[in-house]
C-alpha cells in the first residue's frame, strides 16, 4: 500500500445516482465486484516494471472515469429538472454514470498497492486539463458528441491493455476486458443522447477531429510507459481514425 493517498481528480457528484457501489447492480458491474474482492490489485500479481508503469498510466484512466461520473450526473439532473419527457435516457445515463463509479473504484484499488511516482500529480493535473477542455462546449449535445468520440478511444485503450504484454490471464488484463464491455455501452448510450439532443454524422466527424489529437499529446506523455507494456500509441490511434467517418 502507498502512504500517500492522491486527490481526486474531479469531485464526486453532490446527488449521485447511486450512492454506493453495492447500488451498482449490473451483470458486468458484479463481475468488477468480485474481480475487487478477490484482491486481485494485490502487488504480487505485478512485477517491478508492470508497478511503475500502471502508476503512471492508472491517474490518466482514473481521471476519466471521475470526469465522467460528474458528466452524466450534470445532465440527470438537468434533464430531471427540465419538462422534457426523457425517462428512459436518464435511465440510460444512470446506469453508465453507476459503471463509472464502479470503475473508479476498481482502478483506485489498483492504484492504491501502486507506488506515488515523482510525475504523478503532474500527470493527474494534465488529464484534469485535458477533460476540462473537453468539457467546453456550445451545446449539451456538443458535449455528448465528444463524450461518445472519448468512450470510443477508451473501449479501444482498455482493448490494448486487455491484450498488452502483462498476458491475457492476468487480473489487470482481466479487468480491462471487463471495463471494455461498459465503454463500448457508454458509447452507444452517448452517441444516441448526442443524437436526441440533435447532432448529426458532420458533428461526430469534425469533433473526432478535434479530440483524437488532444487525447494523442495527452497519452503520448507516457509513452514509454504503454510502450513497456506493448501498447504502441500510433498503432492504436491508427485504428481509432476511421471510426467516425
Ligand atoms: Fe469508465
Ligand atoms: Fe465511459
Given at each position: 500500500?502507498?502512504?500517500?493517498?492522491?486527490?481526486?481528480?474531479?469531485?464526486?457528484p453532490l446527488e449521485p445516482s447511486v450512492s454506493s457501489i453495492l447500488d451498482c447492480s449490473g451483470a458486468n458491474s458484479q463481475r468488477i465486484r468480485n474481480?475487487?474482492?478477490?484482491?486481485?490489485?494485490?502487488?504480487?500479481?505485478?512485477?517491478?516494471?508492470?508497478r511503475e508503469s500502471l502508476a503512471h498510466l492508472i491517474p490518466l484512466l482514473l481521471c476519466g472515469e471521475q470526469s465522467a461520473q460528474l458528466v452524466f450526473n450534470n445532465e440527470i439532473q438537468r434533464l430531471c429538472a427540465s419538462d422534457e419527457e426523457a425517462s428512459s435516457a436518464i435511465l440510460s445515463l444512470k446506469e453508465v454514470e453507476a459503471e463509472e463509479l464502479v470503475h473508479d473504484l476498481a482502478l483506485q484499488q489498483v492504484q492504491s498497492e501502486l507506488p506515488i511516482v515523482e510525475q504523478t500529480i503532474n500527470i493527474q493535473r494534465q488529464a484534469k486539463r485535458f477533460y476540462l477542455q473537453l468539457g467546453r462546449v456550445n451545446s449539451y449535445c456538443e458535449h455528448f458528441v465528444r463524450i461518445a468520440i472519448l468512450d470510443t478511444c477508451v473501449t479501444q485503450i482498455m482493448h490494448e491493455f486487455e491484450h498488452s504484454k502483462l498476458g491475457k490471464g492476468h487480473p489487470f488484463a482481466f479487468l480491462c476486458g471487463l471495463i471494455k464491455k461498459d465503454e463500448a455501452k457508454h458509447v452507444y448510450v452517448a452517441k444516441h443522447h448526442a443524437q436526441y439532443l440533435g447532432a448529426d454524422r458532420t458533428m461526430f466527424i469534425a469533433?473526432?477531429?478535434?479530440?483524437?489529437?488532444?487525447?494523442?499529446t495527452l497519452l503520448s506523455?507516457?509513452?514509454a510507459h504503454f510502450e513497456a507494456l506493448g501498447i504502441e500509441l500510433t498503432q492504436l490511434f491508427n485504428k481509432l481514425e476511421d471510426k467516425w467517418a
Amino acid at each position: 500500500m502507498n502512504d500517500i493517498s492522491l486527490n481526486r481528480c474531479f469531485a464526486s457528484p453532490l446527488e449521485p445516482s447511486v450512492s454506493s457501489i453495492l447500488d451498482c447492480s449490473g451483470a458486468n458491474s458484479q463481475r468488477i465486484r468480485n474481480w475487487m474482492a478477490n484482491r486481485y490489485n494485490s502487488a504480487i500479481y505485478y512485477c517491478e516494471e508492470e508497478r511503475e508503469s500502471l502508476a503512471h498510466l492508472i491517474p490518466l484512466l482514473l481521471c476519466g472515469e471521475q470526469s465522467a461520473q460528474l458528466v452524466f450526473n450534470n445532465e440527470i439532473q438537468r434533464l430531471c429538472a427540465s419538462d422534457e419527457e426523457a425517462s428512459s435516457a436518464i435511465l440510460s445515463l444512470k446506469e453508465v454514470e453507476a459503471e463509472e463509479l464502479v470503475h473508479d473504484l476498481a482502478l483506485q484499488q489498483v492504484q492504491s498497492e501502486l507506488p506515488i511516482v515523482e510525475q504523478t500529480i503532474n500527470i493527474q493535473r494534465q488529464a484534469k486539463r485535458f477533460y476540462l477542455q473537453l468539457g467546453r462546449v456550445n451545446s449539451y449535445c456538443e458535449h455528448f458528441v465528444r463524450i461518445a468520440i472519448l468512450d470510443t478511444c477508451v473501449t479501444q485503450i482498455m482493448h490494448e491493455f486487455e491484450h498488452s504484454k502483462l498476458g491475457k490471464g492476468h487480473p489487470f488484463a482481466f479487468l480491462c476486458g471487463l471495463i471494455k464491455k461498459d465503454e463500448a455501452k457508454h458509447v452507444y448510450v452517448a452517441k444516441h443522447h448526442a443524437q436526441y439532443l440533435g447532432a448529426d454524422r458532420t458533428m461526430f466527424i469534425a469533433e473526432h477531429e478535434m479530440v483524437l489529437p488532444k487525447l494523442y499529446t495527452l497519452l503520448s506523455s507516457q509513452s514509454a510507459h504503454f510502450e513497456a507494456l506493448g501498447i504502441e500509441l500510433t498503432q492504436l490511434f491508427n485504428k481509432l481514425e476511421d471510426k467516425w467517418a
